[in-house]
T-cell receptor
Framework: GAGVSQSPRYKVAKRGQDVALRCDPI?????LFWYQQALGQGPEFLTY????????KSGLPSDRFFAERPEGSVSTLKIQRTQQEDSAVYLC?????????????FGPGTRLTVL | GENVEQHPSTLSVQEGDSAVIKCTYS??????FPWYKQELGKRPQLIID?????GEKKDQRIAVTLNKTAKHFSLHITETQPEDSAVYFC?????????FGPGTRLSVLP
């Protein structure tokens, strides 16, 4: 595909359910980022991968959040025992090596609503 | 860590007027500052960026200025058009990730 894709685009979960959000980065992009965007706010950093290595997970809000990128391409963000405060748009972005000011290309996001 | 503030939170201008959005950052080590435009329900898209070794950059109707001493940078849009209406986010690079401002909702009135 031409750009970053994410699935599902919308997810409604009951409080306490586990969810898994998928990101397909642009082919060849070694860097992958996850952000959380609450309504009316800017994206907030969650975690960063370079290839399959998770180099920074300092933004994950709790141990209920887990991300992986086992083969250095597709990434999954998993949220266990969802809470209402997890409701947000989850954005994925990819780029060429992150340390060289390369543009981050964002996916369309997954809008998660926890009831 | 880095902290980015952005003002104003909302901005309305008449078509053809200029719009200015200002951001400040806290970490003097930050050296790369992109601006993103996000239309309703769509993904953020990079519109312009500036590195700390320059003070100004222009791309047609869009320009960004950077004052490293004061740690602030601004987005300038001239001859605004209705399709410029969107939320604009500034960001500052913090290590290998980015810290975003809270956004400015720009409305261009016909």
């Amino acid at each position: 595909g031409a750009g970053v894709s994410q699935s599902p685009r919308y997810k409604v979960a009951k409080r306490g359910q586990d969810v898994a959000l998928r990101c397909d980065p642009i082919s060849g992009h070694v860097s992958l980022f996850w952000y959380q965007q609450a309504l009316g706010q800017g994206p907030e950093f969650l975690t960063y991968f370079q290839n399959e290595a998770q180099l920074d997970k300092s933004g994950l809000p709790s141990d209920r959040f887990f991300a992986e990128r086992p083969e250095g391409s597709v990434s999954t963000l998993k949220i266990q025992r969802t809470q209402q405060e997890d409701s947000a748009v989850y954005l994925c972005a990819s780029s060429l090596p992150a340390g060289e000011d390369n543009e981050q290309f964002f996916g369309p996001g997954t809008r998660l609503t926890v009831l | 860590g880095e902290n980015v503030e952005q003002h104003p939170s909302t901005l309305s201008v008449q078509e053809g007027d200029s719009a200015v959005i200002k951001c400040t950052y806290s970490d003097s080590a930050s050296n790369y500052f992109p601006w993103y435009k996000q239309e309703l329900g769509k993904r953020p898209q990079l519109i312009i960026d500036i590195r700390s070794n320059v003070g100004e950059k222009k791309d047609q109707r869009i320009a960004v200025t950077l004052n490293k001493t004061a740690k602030h940078f601004s987005l300038h849009i001239t001859e605004t058009q209705p399709e410029d209406s969107a939320v604009y986010f500034c960001a500052a690079r913090d290590g290998q990730n980015f810290v975003f401002g809270p956004g400015t909702r720009l409305s261009v009135l016909p």
